[in-house]
């Protein structure tokens, strides 16, 4: 088991920026792989931004691309979301998820053996 706990959501106005944290148990974290999925009310969870056990491999939903930024400190055991440019839309659950397979489709849910319990962001026009 990896415990994952998401922090730093809130409720933001349109234009403004959040980050947030997903902090994760165990020593195993730094051969992880990482995501962060969404899930707006009457809709499917959907992939946000993925990283590499090693933190050289980014990916990211063209949604988001441009206005967010993945990071993570292995050594804290923590992965981040930097959320800039928001807009009304990015209101939604932001959930991690980890991972200990290679090669993995970072975009595709069923990858991804650990979830948090999600962390609310409102974006307000």
């Known amino acids: 088991q990896v415990p994952l706990v998401e922090s730093g959501g809130g409720l933001v106005q349109a234009g403004g920026s959040l980050r947030l944290s997903c902090a994760a148990s165990?020593?195993?974290?730094?051969?992880?792989?990482m995501g962060w999925f969404r899930q707006a009310p009457g809709k499917e969870r959907e992939f946000v931004a993925g990283?590499?056990?090693?933190?050289?491999?980014?990916y990211y939903s063209d949604s988001v691309k441009g206005r967010f930024t993945i990071s993570r400190d292995n050594a804290k055991n923590v992965v981040y979301l930097q959320m800039n440019s928001l807009k009304p839309e990015d209101t939604a659950v932001y959930y991690c998820?980890?991972?200990?397979?290679?090669?993995?489709?970072?975009?595709?849910?069923?990858?991804?053996?650990?979830w948090g319990q999600g962390t609310q962001v409102t974006v307000s026009s």
């Open positions: 990283i590499s056990w090693s933190g050289d491999m980014l």
């Open positions: 165990g020593r195993t974290f730094s051969s992880y792989a």
């Open positions: 998820a980890a991972t200990p397979r290679r090669s993995i489709r970072y975009s595709a849910r069923y990858e991804y053996e650990y």
